[in-house]
């Protein structure tokens, strides 16, 4: 019985060892999810206002210096400077999409690894600390029955072997 319980005791341990690492790994992921996501979310911010800087000035008509030091407004740039502007939010527009998607994924994921976390309850904790108490309790009564068995064996001149 005593050695059935120290198994299963030392099964336990392991078992909570392991759940303990999990949690600590989870946890160390789910930060750096975190982060990840407050990053990106930055990123859109700053990719949301350098779009709309960039349709007020074309809206209202600043002006401008050319490389060659003429002065110009938005309104009177050549078509090949508009194509390259809108080919400019385009590309923020799919850099926007694509962190978006991110963002979405990662909190998918960060949820997932919440609901795994969730998992493991009080109960199972005082589950290993009630087993904890038992496995002592045994390791006295096996004490208490070592020692009848010593002054039985001497009483009757029987040699005795403690087994360990």
Excluded at 5 to 33: D, G, M, P, W
Excluded at 40 to 47: A, D, F, G, K, V
Aim: charged share 35%; glycine share 2%; proline share 1%.
């Amino acid at each position: 019985m005593y050695n059935d319980l120290q198994k299963r005791y030392v099964k336990e341990i392991k078992t909570n060892q392991e759940q303990s690492e999990a949690i600590k790994n989870l946890t160390i992921k789910l930060h750096e999810l975190e982060h990840n996501l407050r990053e990106q979310r930055q990123r859109i911010e700053q990719l949301e206002c350098k779009k709309v800087s960039w349709k007020t000035s074309a809206v209202s008509g600043k002006r401008s210096r050319t490389p060659e030091g003429e002065v110009t407004s938005c309104r009177d740039m050549s078509k090949k400077e508009e194509s390259c502007c809108s080919k400019y939010l385009e590309l923020l527009l799919k850099e926007i999409k694509k962190l978006k998607k991110e963002n979405e994924k990662l909190s998918a994921e960060r949820r997932a690894l919440k609901n795994e976390l969730a998992g493991l309850d009080k109960d199972f904790f005082e589950e290993i600390e009630d087993l904890k108490h038992a496995v002592q309790e045994s390791v006295k009564l096996n004490n208490q029955y070592e020692k009848c068995l010593k002054q039985i064996s001497v009483l009757y001149g029987l040699p005795f072997t403690a087994h360990l």
